[in-house]
């Protein structure tokens, strides 16, 4: 089964930019679906972004739509996050997320869609 680790958090100004990637071990990463979904304090995990196995399809949270972008380097076993003109409500831990999918095309917004969680890394955007 899959492992994933993120990194690339931090601290960062309102209108900034960070880019976040997740690594993924233990499996081959062409055959997930992969998601980036966020949780602020007190509030539920919500999506963010997903791209399909082969990375043809993507799908955004109106939230960071035009400001977030996903990819994927599969023979890296990588996926990112580029976050640009970040804005002080993004400010959440962000986690990465893999569903083992039959669909090469498919993406999914849900949590309970995937099945494969990392620890999740810290993005906090100042005013």
């Known amino acids: 089964q899959v492992q994933l680790v993120e990194s690339g958090g931090g601290l960062v100004q309102a209108g900034g930019s960070l880019r976040l990637s997740c690594a993924a071990s233990?499996?081959?990463?062409?055959?997930?679906?992969m998601g980036w979904f966020r949780q602020a304090p007190g509030k539920e995990r919500e999506f963010v972004a997903t791209i399909s196995r082969g990375g043809e399809g993507t799908s955004y949270a109106d939230s960071v739509k035009g400001r977030f972008t996903i990819s994927r380097d599969n023979a890296k076993s990588t996926v990112y996050l580029q976050m640009n003109s970040m804005k002080p409500e993004d400010t959440a831990v962000y986690y990465c997320a893999a569903r083992f999918s039959a669909l090469r095309s498919g993406t999914y917004r849900r949590p309970n869609d995937y099945g494969y969680w990392g620890q999740g890394t810290q993005v906090t955007v100042s005013s």
């Open positions: 233990g499996g081959t990463l062409s055959m997930y679906t």
